[in-house]
């Protein structure tokens, strides 16, 4: 419980309506994919809350925050030339589509 502690009202509270959606499921073995569907939310996003909250608890059901949040994320320059040699530079751009 100390971790939910450390999250802010709105975490522990999307935490707790998570853990509410499937406390059916974990408590009482209805199926996941009907609890997934009643909720609007993909039938994978609620097994992986299900393996998270088993794993970790319920702070786990609360979103995370990036490490890099606000730093400008870039493609190593590696991988940025490797991605230009594929498409050489007097074609016309690919992404450029005229309207019929």
């Known amino acids: 419980m100390d971790e939910l502690a450390g ?15 499937l ?34 608890g ?9 490490d890099d949040r606000g730093v400008r994320r870039a493609v190593a320059e590696k991988v940025k030339e490797a991605i230009e040699g594929l498409y050489p530079s007097d074609q016309p751009h690919l992404l450029s589509v005229s309207r019929l």
Request: zero cysteines; a positive charge.
């Open 7 to 21: 999250l802010s009202e709105e975490s522990r509270k999307l935490a707790l309506d998570r853990f509410r959606l």
């Open 23 to 56: 406390q059916p499921h974990l408590e009482q073995s209805l199926p996941l994919r009907l609890l997934a569907a009643e909720a609007g939310i993909a039938f994978r996003t609620a097994q992986r809350w299900v393996a998270l909250y088993k794993r970790f």
């Open 58 to 66: 319920l702070a786990a059901l609360a979103r995370k925050n990036r």
